[in-house]
């Protein structure tokens, strides 16, 4: 069973505009979560984490927003850039006992237009 | 800073072969994860291992796949009998403590 979703498969959005990625999750025993970011034929790379002792967690043009009353999280880039254009995976775990294990969702693909 | 290395990068080979999928870690990382990437389940973890040892295995599709990590810098996942519905991109990543896992470029494995 799934229990981190993200459930738009692709976004598109202009170049200079704001991207919202969604993630909703069932497992309220998540404590820590996490986006990578994805080019073709390379592996995923961390971008950005949030603890659930936080509601927001800002890197330069990322920021990733935690509502644990309603099990969802937003990744948002602004300003968006053609270099943004990639899959996105959600992944939650729980720090306490998952040795580092992380759920991840199916993904995002954004593709970023001029 | 050599990141995780996977190999081989592709791998086409007829249905029934035994295919051997390599990784090895960035050193001093003491986790180190096998996932699948397929359109249809997306990421899926198929085990991780903790100091070489085997802590959870329950992704593992099937009895046909096995994996091994005989020392802190190499580890194996095995298909033996492979059939086409193992077709997928198989990714090694690996983590000291924290979860900022660190992923390889995978392999890309096509069963005809």
């Known amino acids: 069973d799934q229990q981190v979703k993200q459930n738009s498969p692709s976004l598109s959005v202009q170049e200079g505009r704001i991207s919202i990625l969604n993630c909703d999750y069932t497992n309220s025993m998540f404590d820590y979560f996490l986006w990578y970011k994805k080019y073709p034929a390379e592996g995923p790379t961390f971008l950005i984490s949030?603890?659930?002792?936080?509601d927001k967690n800002e890197d330069g043009r990322f920021t990733v927003f935690l509502n644990k009353s309603a099990k969802h999280l937003s990744l948002h880039i602004v300003p968006s850039q053609p270099g943004d254009s990639a899959v996105y995976f959600c992944?939650?775990?729980?720090?306490?006992?998952?040795?580092?294990?992380?759920?991840f969702g199916a993904g995002t693909q954004v593709v970023v237009t001029p | 800073d050599a990141g995780v290395i996977q190999s081989p990068r592709h791998e086409v080979t007829e249905m029934g072969q035994e295919v051997t999928l390599r990784c090895k870690p960035i050193?001093?990382?003491?986790?180190l994860f096998w996932y699948r990437q397929t359109m249809m389940r997306g990421l899926e973890l198929l085990i991780y291992?903790?100091?070489?040892?085997?802590?959870?295995d329950s992704g593992m599709p099937e009895d046909r796949f096995s994996a091994k990590m005989p020392n802190a810098s190499f580890s194996t996942l095995k298909i033996q009998p492979s059939e086409p519905r193992d077709s997928a991109v198989y990714f090694c990543a690996s983590s000291l403590l924290d979860t900022s896992q660190h992923f390889g470029d995978g392999t890309r494995l096509s069963i005809l």
């Open positions: 291992f903790n100091n070489n040892v085997p802590i959870d």
């Open positions: 050193s001093g990382h003491n986790s």
């Open positions: 992944a939650a775990t729980r720090l306490s006992d998952s040795w580092g294990k992380l759920q």
């Open positions: 949030i603890s659930s002792i936080k």
